[in-house]
C-alpha cells in the first residue's frame, strides 16, 4: 500500500494472493468495490498468465477472465488497485483532527472489498503480510508487529508488518498518520499499548490497566494465551462502531477508551470497561475462532457481549455490572416483543442482510441466551464446553452446532434441542405464574405463551420453548427464600413447592431467563409489599416486566404507579434508572398528547413522592461516600429534574451548571450530565454558545460528547435550527451525527422541526450517516408517535430506502401502530388514578 493522508486522498496498493484451485478453471472472481483495479495476472509456476478485468457490480465482485484454462493446483494473482479515501468511515476511510489527516480501516462486515481486492467472506481465512509506504513522519499500525523499516530519500519510509495467523478479511487492520503511544503494559509476553491523536497521552491509564485486567483473566477463562503477537488499542477519532476487534489492533471510539479520570462518570468508566473487555473477548470468539458466515454473526457477538460482564463483574464485583447488563436485557425484550422481529440465527444473503443484524437481537438476546444456558449447563461445565470448542476450531470457522457439540459432550446434556429453540426462533414466552393451596400443599402452576406487544385478534398457537425455570420463593416473615428450578417443556405445568405455605413467589429469579413472568393480582400484591427480599436486579426486572405489561394491555397503568410509589424509598440507583424509563414516556409522551390534564398531577405526584430523597440527599457528596449512594443521586435527580420538571430543581441546576462550566470540580461528576442537560432545556443563546465552545474544547471525549448531546435539548425554536444546522457542518463529527438528530426527536420542543429538517436536508444529511448508523433515525422517528407522523416516516424512508433499515422501518411503524392502540386505554387509566 501506498498510503499518506496528509498529502492525497488517493492510495494505491497492489495485492499477491496465493491460490489453491480444486479444479481447473479459466476465471476467478473476487470481491471489490469503489475501487480501480488494473494489471491482473495470475502466476503458475514460471508461466505469468494475463487476464482481463470484468466489473460484476452487482455483486460488488470483478472477474479475472483467462484465454486459457488455469489448472488446478497452486497458482498466485496479482492485482494493482487504487482509491480514494472515504468519508463514511467505512473501507479506507479519511479523518481530520485540526490541521492533521489520518487514514483508518473499518472493514465489518463486508467493507474489505473497499479496501482491496479480496475474497471477502468469513470462511476465507488466510494469513497476511502488508507492506505501507507513507511519510516519514506518520506512524502505521496494523494486526502484526513491524518486522522491519526501510527509509527513502524522498523522505517516506516503507514498514514491513510480520505475518499475521490466518485471518478473515474483515479483521484486517491498518491506522496510518501522526499518532502517539502511551507506556506499554505487558500480560506475560504480550505487550499492550494504546495509540491516540497527539496530546491526549494523559487520558491513556484507564484503558490500559483495564485491558490488562481482562486480558488475564480471558486467558484463565479460555485456557489458552492470547493468541497474537502484540496488542494495541487504537483511539480513533471519528468511529461508526463503538469498537471493532481487528486481531493484534483493536479500534475503539475515543469516547470508550480515552478517559480522563478527573472528570469520567462511574457510568462512563464501567461502559468503557465492559467494551474494553467485549473486544479482547473477540480476540478468541470470533477472531481465533470465526463464524462461518454472517447468519451465525451471534457465535461472535452474544459470547463476546457475555463474557465482557463476566470478565468486568470478576474485576470489579462492586460496581454490580449485571444491573448494566439487565438495562440492556431490557431493551432488548422491547425489541423483541414486536411482530416484526428475527431470530438470533438469521438467513443472511447480502451485505444489507448482514448488517441488519447487528442488532439488539444479536447482541443482547444472545448474550441473555448464552447466560441462560451456562446457568442450566452450571458454571463449570460450560467452561469445559467453551474451552473445547475453541481448541477444536482453533484458526478456523465454525456453526451453532459445533458448539452445541463441545457444550453437550462437556456436561452430558443434550444441549442443541433447548438451544435451538431459542437461537431459531423469533420471540419469547411470558410465563404465568399462579400459586395455590392443593390438599394441604403449595403447587405452583406455569404457563407459557408468547409475549407480543399487540396482542393478535386471532392468536396462533405456538410451541413452547424450554424454559430453564428458576423461581424465588419466599418463605417465613422475611429474607430471600430459595430457588426453585425447573426446565419446563410443556404449555402448562405444575411444580409442586411442599407444605409449608409461601410468602411470595417471583417468577424469573436473578433475571436469569429471557422471558416475562405475569404475576396473578394477589402475586403481585405479595412482591410490593416484599420488595426488599428480592434482589436488585430482581426488582429493576419487576418494573420492566410491569411496564411491558402495560404497554402490552395486560395490566392497567395504575399497576405500575402503584409499584412506583413502593419504590420511592429504593436505594438501588439501577431500580430507580429502570423505572425512569416508564416515568419518562408518560410524562413525555402520553400526557402531551393523551391526558393533558394530568400534566400537573403527575408531577406534583413524582415530587411529592422523590422529592424526599433527592432533598435527604443533597446536591452535594459526603467524604468518600459510595458510588452507588452518588448514582442514586443522579436518579434521583432525573425524575425529580428531567420527569418532574421541578422548577427549583431546575433552577438550581442552572446555576450549578454555570459554576461547573468555571469549576469542574465544582460538581460531582456523576451529576454532570443531568445538570447540564436540565441547564440547556432552561437555557438561552448565551448558554448554547458556551456548550457550544466546550463541546469544541473540552478535556476529554466524553466531556466533548456530554456539551454535543445537550445542545440537542434547548428549547427555543431558533436554537434548535442551530443545532440542526451543525449536524450538517465539520463542528459534528460524522459518528456523532445520527445520536445528535436522535435526541433532539426526542427533545418535545424539538422533534416537530428536526422532523422537517431531516426531510428538506436529506442528501447532504445522508452524505454524512454511515449505513449501520442511518437505521438508528428510522427508529427514533418512532418517538414521534402521532398517526400523521407515521404516514410520513413511511413514505419518506419508502421514498429514500437505507440500504440496511428495511426492518427498522418496519419495526418503527409497527410502534406507531402500537401507541395508536394504548394512548386511549393507558390515558384514561391514568386519569382515573390522578385527575379524576
Known amino acids: 500500500m501506498e498510503v499518506d493522508p496528509q498529502r492525497s486522498r488517493v492510495f494505491r496498493g497492489e495485492v499477491a494472493i496465493a491460490l489453491r484451485l480444486a479444479r481447473p478453471a479459466r476465471r476467478v472472481r473476487l470481491h471489490a468495490v469503489d475501487l480501480r483495479v488494473t494489471r491482473a495476472r495470475l502466476e503458475v509456476g514460471a508461466r505469468v498468465l494475463r487476464g482481463r478485468l470484468h466489473a460484476l457490480p452487482d455483486a460488488e465482485m470483478i472477474e479475472v477472465q483467462l484465454d486459457e484454462a488455469l489448472p488446478r493446483g497452486e497458482a498466485t494473482l496479482r492485482l494493482a488497485f487504487a482509491g480514494r479515501l472515504r468519508r463514511d468511515l467505512c473501507g479506507l476511510y479519511g ?85 502517539e503511544a502511551s507506556k506499554r503494559a505487558r500480560v506475560g509476553p504480550t505487550e499492550i499499548r494504546v495509540w491516540h491523536t497527539p496530546g491526549k497521552g494523559k487520558l491513556t491509564g484507564f484503558g490500559l490497566e483495564a485491558a490488562r485486567q481482562c486480558l488475564g ?15 494495541d488499542l487504537v483511539a480513533v477519532p471519528d468511529f461508526e462502531f463503538g469498537a471493532m476487534e481487528n486481531a493484534g489492533a483493536v479500534f475503539f471510539r475515543e469516547t470508550l477508551l480515552l478517559v480522563d479520570p478527573a472528570t469520567v462518570t462511574l457510568a462512563e468508566k464501567k461502559r ?128 451453532a452446532a459445533d458448539l452445541w457439540r463441545s457444550l453437550s459432550e462437556a456436561s452430558g446434556v443434550a444441549v442443541e434441542p433447548v438451544a435451538r429453540a431459542w437461537i431459531e426462533r423469533e420471540g419469547y414466552p411470558i410465563v404465568e405464574v399462579r400459586r395455590a393451596r392443593v390438599k394441604g400443599r403449595t403447587e405452583l402452576e406455569l404457563r407459557q405463551e408468547r409475549f407480543t406487544l399487540q396482542r393478535p385478534r386471532r392468536p396462533r398457537r405456538t410451541p413452547p420453548w424450554p424454559i430453564p425455570w428458576v423461581g424465588r420463593i419466599g418463605r417465613g416473615r422475611r429474607g430471600g427464600g430459595r430457588l426453585e428450578r425447573q426446565l419446563l417443556t410443556r404449555a402448562r405445568e405444575r411444580i409442586d413447592l411442599g407444605p409449608a405455605p409461601t410468602r411470595f413467589v417471583y417468577g424469573n429469579a436473578d433475571e436469569g431467563g429471557f422471558f416475562r413472568p405475569l404475576h396473578a393480582a394477589d402475586a403481585m400484591r405479595a412482591l410490593t409489599t416484599s420488595l426488599a427480599s428480592l434482589a436488585p436486579v430482581e426488582r429493576m426486572g419487576l418494573v420492566d416486566h410491569q411496564w411491558a405489561l402495560v404497554r402490552a394491555r395486560r395490566a392497567q397503568i395504575g399497576s405500575l404507579l402503584d409499584l ?161 444546522a451543525m449536524s450538517l457542518s465539520r463542528r459534528v463529527a460524522t459518528q456523532d451525527v445520527v445520536f ?76 406507531f401502530d402500537w401507541y395508536r392502540g394504548f394512548r386511549r386505554e393507558a390515558a384514561a387509566g391514568l386519569t382515573a388514578r390522578l385527575a379524576p
Open 95 to 179: 479523518v481530520s483532527v485540526g490541521e492533521q489527516r489520518y487514514a483508518f480501516t473499518q472493514l465489518e462486515a463486508t467493507d474489505a472489498r473497499r479496501f482491496f481486492p479480496c475474497f471477502d467472506e468469513p470462511a476465507m481465512k488466510a494469513r497476511f503480510r502488508i507492506s505501507v509506504t507513507t511519510a516519514a513522519a506518520n506512524t502505521a499500525l496494523s494486526n502484526a508487529p513491524i518486522a522491519r523499516t526501510e527509509r527513502h530519500v524522498d523522505g517516506r519510509k516503507t514498514i514491513d508488518f510480520a505475518e499475521t495467523p490466518p485471518l478473515s478479511t474483515y479483521l484486517v487492520a491498518l491506522a496510518v498518520g501522526r499518532l
Open 217 to 231: 483473566r480471558l486467558e484463565s477463562y479460555f485456557g489458552i494465551p492470547y493468541p497474537y503477537a502484540k496488542l
Open 272 to 399: 468503557a470497561a465492559e467494551v474494553i473487555a467485549h473486544e479482547l473477548a473477540h480476540m478468541w470468539y470470533g477472531d481465533l475462532v470465526t463464524m462461518a458466515w454472517w447468519d451465525d454473526l451471534w457465535l461472535n457477538e452474544a459470547f463476546a457481549t457475555w463474557m465482557a460482564f463476566q470478565i468486568v463483574d470478576d474485576w470489579k464485583p462492586d460496581w454490580k455490572l449485571w444491573h448494566d447488563f439487565q438495562h440492556a436485557r431490557a431493551a432488548a425484550l422491547e425489541l423483541d416483543a414486536l411482530r416484526n422481529t428475527h431470530p438470533i440465527y438469521c438467513e443472511v444473503r447480502t451485505p444489507a442482510d448482514a448488517n441488519e443484524n447487528f442488532d439488539l437481537i444479536t447482541y443482547e438476546k444472545g448474550a441473555s441466551v448464552v447466560r441462560m444456558l451456562e446457568r442450566y449447563l452450571g458454571p463449570a461445565a460450560f467452561r469445559r464446553g467453551v474451552r473445547a470448542y475453541i481448541r477444536r476450531h482453533r484458526e478456523a470457522n465454525a456453526v
Open 564 to 724: 412506583a410509589e413502593a419504590l420511592t424509598g429504593e436505594d438501588d440507583p439501577d431500580v430507580l434508572q429502570t423505572l425512569l424509563r416508564p416515568l419518562r414516556f408518560i410524562a413525555h409522551s402520553l400526557i402531551p398528547n393523551a391526558a393533558p390534564e394530568c400534566e400537573e398531577p403527575f408531577r406534583d405526584w413524582l415530587v411529592a413522592s422523590f422529592g424526599p430523597a433527592f432533598e435527604g440527599l443533597g446536591w452535594d457528596p459526603a467524604p468518600r461516600e459510595p458510588g452507588a449512594v452518588r448514582l442514586r443521586r443522579a436518579a434521583l435527580l432525573s425524575i425529580v429534574g428531567a420527569v418532574a420538571a421541578s422548577e427549583p430543581v431546575l433552577k438550581a441546576a442552572a446555576l450549578r451548571c454555570d459554576r461547573y462550566l468555571g469549576r469542574r470540580g465544582s460538581l460531582d461528576v456523576n451529576l454532570a450530565d443531568g445538570v447540564v442537560a436540565l441547564a440547556a432545556r432552561v437555557g438561552g443563546e448565551r448558554r448554547h454558545r458556551r456548550f457550544a465552545a466546550e463541546m469544541a474544547r473540552g478535556r476529554s471525549p466524553q466531556e466533548q460528547r456530554r456539551f454535543l448531546l445537550a445542545l440537542a435539548d434547548f428549547r427555543e425554536p431558533r436554537l434548535v435550527d442551530r443545532t440542526l
Open 740 to 815: 445528535l438528530l436522535a435526541r433532539l426527536l426526542a427533545n418535545p420542543a424539538a422533534g416537530e422541526r428536526t422532523w422537517a429538517f431531516v426531510r428538506t436536508r436529506w442528501p447532504a444529511l445522508r452524505r454524512r450517516m454511515p449505513s449501520l448508523l442511518a437505521s438508528r433515525l428510522i427508529e427514533a422517528t418512532a418517538g414521534l408517535l402521532e398517526p400523521a407522523y407515521r404516514r410520513e416516516v413511511a413514505a419518506f424512508f419508502r421514498t429514500h430506502p437505507l440500504p440496511s433499515g428495511e426492518r427498522t422501518l418496519r419495526q418503527t411503524l409497527e410502534r
